[in-house]
């Protein structure tokens, strides 16, 4: 293991897999005045500076993708994905099975979302619900350096489109991440924390939180399991029923809204497979249902903290003394 920050995780992804296989070509806005070195070792021909035009980039993409190349293509911001959503929902995500499989589309779409850089709503708006909806594409959500290094070299290898979301909060986030060729399988989550009191579910900058939530639970006696899912689809719904069962309590935390978000999917699937093991209802903290706002103070009070997991976590296992205190 040697250390890194999620910015260089991604970096190390994308020089291993373009030095892996001659097939991988990376374009975007400004990726190759980002990423000089990959261009000294790659050329020109295969790491590329777009025009600011998301759908077309999308679009070289997807036709690259048809062909045979395994392109990787950095949209940057997630909200504007809203303007490459035809070239990626409706074309990469759905010929692959309009064509009975004869074209394949192992593509990988990078955006930035959530808050951390104080952007704004029209840079920061948490979309991947939308895309978990939209057939044929999964959809990448990260947490840690390792993971961002993994899961990328994981969705440059698949054959079926994948969005990969860089949580801006986390994008210079310390870590460890493994030399060499690994990979971290797409749709499987991770136990960050063991428990048997309460299960809380998160996925990027929420995980952080609901470790530290988690911290102050077990100094007030109280076991929290935390899970990460890494991948929102597929979603590993046999680890999530697992601690769901185990624990019989559950909340569920992300930055997107509530309505319609993943916590939504997530929750059902509990109620719907799990509701014998339950001992009480499925809770979930999310961002509300509001444009994101530019001040850092109210960036962070849109995101759920460690304070709200904490106090919704000792609620929800019948604790009624004064709320506990985060180091």
Known sequence: MIPA??????????????????????????????????????GRARVRNTPLAEGIIAGTAAGAAATGLRPIADLLFAPFLCFAMDEIVNSAGKLRYMSGGQFKFPMVVMAMTGGGWTVGAQHNHNLEAWFVHSPGLKVVMPSTPADFKGLLKSAVRDDNPVIFFTDMALAFAPGEVPEGDVTVPLGVAAVRREGTDVTLIAYAKTVPACLEAAAALEAQGVSAEVLDLRTLKPLDEATILASARRTGRVIVVHEAGRLCGVGAEVAALVAEQAFASLRAPVLRLTGPDAPAPSSFLLEQAFSPQPAAILAAALDLVGRTEPAATLA
């Open 5 to 42: 920050n999620v910015q260089e995780a991604i970096h190390q992804a994308l020089r291993e897999e373009m030095a892996r296989d001659p097939r991988v070509i990376l374009l975007g806005e400004g990726v190759a005045t980002k990423r000089p070195d990959l261009v000294e070792a790659f």
